[in-house]
């Protein structure tokens, strides 16, 4: 379908979270051909995923709204959703890019009526709030899904809860006979904007993630404090639903560490520093949020945020990396153990719920990219030889909101300079 | 012994860290440590001992050289390897605290009558003798370290293990007429002088 529109002078964006829909619409907006290809069904990314961006404390959804809306204005971009980039062969400015469309069961007819979901009964993990609570196994991914269309699970599919859903569709949108599709794609650029992953935190043995229930990462907490969360926006800790009053953040929960991470994440010191305060709001003065840390790194423009924070009576701070973690029977309450390197005292310390600010892993780790693309020590995209091929956002490098939107601009720019040079050479 | 002492604080002056880089094993990767304090609240003999690995680290650089090979710390390090397999940076902690008890033990500034120091050498005194562990010699000399009655104390304490240790023969008390020892015992002195030679002439000690 959209083959056709392919040339050498299109911009393929893989990924489409804030990086891939800001390199797509800059490219876009100055009136080149862009295909956008998002392995989900959703735009957004990880970004849909957050409660609150620091450092003004605004939501995710004010930003995405607006690049949604230009996204939805442009008639230069064709978006491609469910889709992987297989194989991309060929060089600058002449590609080959094979793509994997996986199959919807819901065709252009749907109107996000929400009939198919309240038919079916099966429930799935939802990936969305981090596998914290279940979703139907018909559903929209969330509030402000682009495009506005359900989805049906795979494992419904030819069980009679499949067909439930197809009779319970008003406008025959439910096609169960969808099939995986293969698309091949002549374009002049990639840029890959294929983002990041949390660093498995189970690997962190000491730590005791997936042992102990109230040790969670930090991007599970980012949805406990979002009202669209599995907890309606209360803090609620997960072995005994009990608000968590007293949380303890730990910083460098598999960064800089040479068994795990070798990078600084960057983000993560900004991260549970805008944590402290979700504990803040939720509780008053009656919270408490202690950050163990190695050093802060409030990056760039950010030390006036740090310094806030520390003015908060509620918040208080202990540079020691955090040895090990133990559970108090009893009462579930994680003990955190170690020595403060200020003054060298030893705790044993309860918290009632542990917060591990866990590390940036490029998501293409362990995935096999085009020979040409050039990789730095920890997976980030650097660029490719012929330099037809870029990193944007947080491939690139460990980014936050901010810095990964000024990365994938200048990402964009860079395929733009590539498509005129490729346009000019064909001219003669 | 004090010569050796002297010689490396005419030698290195006020660089102790350039003295440990040279002269400990695993010297160099002390500069590496970031004093992140994983280590100390790994070590399960921690609440036991004067410095604990990271603050001996930043003792080193900052030119604490008495402080640090006086320490106490390096002879209680078990090696369990907590620290090591923790450690962000990768730092063979183990290795560096045994490399720093041997420096201290050789320029003679080891503390007196620390136990386990004073068990290592009785070990190891008793083992080089004939090659073999005199078991029951080595209980003895342990026991009575501290003079006739605490030794008589000791032992009337431990009798129990004692004598289950008789009867399984894991102790022979013939042993207490020099015991056993390995075949070719002029050989073994031999190899163990080599040994010492060669070791003494890589570390820039002259016996």
Redesign the interface.
């Known amino acids: 379908m959209t083959a056709s529109i392919a040339t050498n002078q299109t911009i393929l964006v893989v990924g489409g979270g804030i990086s891939g829909m800001t390199a797509a619409l800059e490219a876009a907006e100055c009136g080149k051909q862009v295909i956008l290809v998002e392995k989900t069904p959703v735009l957004g990314g990880r970004t849909a995923r957050l409660y609150r961006y620091f450092p003004k404390m605004c939501h995710p959804t004010c930003g995405l709204e607006i690049n949604l809306r230009r996204i939805k204005q442009n008639r230069n971009i064709r978006l491609m959703t469910m889709t992987e980039v297989v194989s991309a062969t060929g060089s600058r400015g002449n590609y080959s890019v094979t793509l994997k469309v996986a199959p919807r069961f819901v065709n252009e007819n749907c109107t996000a009526c929400g009939k198919c979901a309240e038919a079916v009964s099966a429930e799935v993990a939802n990936p969305w709030n981090y596998g914290l609570d279940k979703m139907k196994a018909a559903y929209l991914p969330h509030n402000m899904a682009h495009p506005q269309r359900y989805v049906i699970d795979p494992s419904i599919v030819g069980t009679p809860e499949g067909e439930k859903a197809k009779a319970a569709c008003p406008v025959g949108a439910v096609d169960l006979e969808m099939k995986e599709e293969t698309v091949t794609l002549q374009v002049g650029v990639l840029v890959w904007a294929t983002g990041w992953r949390p660093y498995d935190a189970a690997k962190i043995q000491?730590y005791g993630y997936g042992r102990f229930k109230n040790v969670i990462t930090s991007l599970e907490f980012e949805r406990l404090a979002d009202p669209h969360g599995p907890t309606g926006g209360k803090i609620l800790r997960p072995s005994d639903g009990k608000e968590a009053k007293n949380v303890a953040f730990i910083q460098?929960a598999g960064s800089?560490?040479?068994?795990?991470l070798r990078h600084c994440s960057r983000i993560c010191c900004m991260a549970s520093l805008k944590q402290t305060q979700y504990v803040r709001e939720a509780f008053g003065d009656e919270g408490k949020s202690t950050v163990y840390y190695?050093d802060i790194r409030a990056i760039d423009r950010f030390e006036d945020f740090y310094q806030n924070v520390q003015k908060d009576a509620t918040v208080s701070f202990v540079?020691?990396?955090?040895?090990?973690i133990a559970e108090n029977a009893e009462n579930g309450n994680p003990i955190l153990?170690?020595?403060?390197?200020e003054g060298?005292q030893?705790y044993a310390v309860e918290h009632d719920l542990v917060v591990l600010a866990v590390g940036m892993e490029p998501e293409i780790t362990g995935v096999k990219l085009p020979d040409d693309v050039i990789l730095d020590s920890s997976n980030f995209i650097e660029g490719s030889k012929d330099q037809g091929m870029f990193g944007a956002g947080a491939a690139a490098s460990p980014l936050d909101v901010n810095r990964a939107v000024q990365s994938a601009t200048a990402a964009s720019l860079r395929a733009i300079q590539v498509i005129r040079k490729t346009a000019s050479t064909e001219a003669v | 012994m004090t010569t050796a002492n002297q010689a490396a604080i005419e030698r290195y002056r006020n660089n102790f860290l350039k003295e440990v880089e040279a002269n400990v094993e695993e010297g160099h990767m002390v500069k590496m440590c970031?004093?992140?304090?994983?280590c100390?609240?790994?070590c399960p003999l921690?609440?036991h001992w004067t410095h604990?690995p990271?603050?001996i680290f930043m003792m080193i650089r900052a030119g604490k050289r008495d402080e640090v090979l006086g320490s106490d710390s390096m002879f209680m390090c078990t090696s369990c390897y907590n620290c090591m397999?923790?450690?962000?940076?990768?730092l063979p902690i183990t290795h560096i605290m045994h490399g720093l008890a041997n420096y201290a033990h050789r320029l003679g500034l080891a503390p007196k009558g620390q136990p386990t120091r004073d068990f290592a050498t009785l070990f190891w005194n008793n083992l080089s003798k004939k090659g073999r562990v005199n078991e029951l010699m080595l209980t003895l000399q342990h026991y009575f370290r501290n003079g006739l009655v605490a030794g008589i104390k000791e032992a009337m304490a431990m009798q129990g293990i004692g004598l289950g240790m008789f009867k399984a023969k894991r102790i022979n008390p013939m042993e207490i007429f020099g015991g056993h020892g390995v075949k070719d015992l002029k050989g073994f002195h031999a190899i163990i002088a080599k040994a010492k030679e060669i070791e003494d002439r890589k570390k820039g000690f002259t016996a």
Do not use: F, L
Not at chain 2, 85 to 90: A, G
């Open positions: 000491p460098c800089r560490d040479e068994n795990h190695i540079k020691s990396k955090v040895a090990r153990h170690g020595v403060n390197t060298y030893r | 970031m004093q992140c304090g994983v100390a609240g790994s921690g609440p604990s990271q603050k397999v923790r450690c962000p940076r990768q």
